[in-house]
Nanobody, 120 residues
Framework: QMQLVESGGGLVQPGGSLRLSCKADRAITSVFNSYILGWYRQTPGNQREFIASITRIGTTNSAESVKGRFTISRDNANKKIYLQMNNLKPEDTAVYFC???????????WGQGTQVSVSA
């Protein structure tokens, strides 16, 4: 059973940067490599929102609201997922979750979330 653990959240001023990390514990590397990885965020009272994803071969996709500012990447050897967030805005404030999804067997895993707050 894969376990995802996020880190790197915090408080930052508008225009600042943060890098979120997510490590997959209890996962065999070959299994981790078969998953599509993603980042989502959620604010109180709202549904979880898609931010970015990356396939096993490195193809990325991102929401329009973060295009040009956020970059997703993966390190398959170390079973990690990253989200580099630049030029942060107050509306980026949310709890950020990493996700791993296998489209072949539909297995889906979530991290516990990490808080990102953007405020002057």
């Amino acid at each position: 059973q894969m376990q995802l653990v996020e880190s790197g959240g915090g408080l930052v001023q508008p225009g600042g940067s943060l890098r979120l990390s997510c490590k997959a514990d209890r996962a065999i590397t070959s299994v981790f490599n078969s998953y599509i990885l993603g980042w989502y965020r959620q604010t109180p009272g709202n549904q979880r929102e898609f931010i970015a994803s990356i396939t096993r071969i490195g193809t990325t996709n991102s929401a329009e609201s973060v295009k040009g500012r956020f970059t997703i990447s993966r390190d398959n050897a170390n079973k990690k997922i990253y989200l580099q967030m630049n030029n942060l805005k107050p509306e980026d404030t949310a709890v950020y979750f990493c996700n791993a999804w296998n489209p072949e067997n539909q297995r889906n895993f979530w991290g516990q979330g990490t808080q990102v707050s953007v405020s002057a």
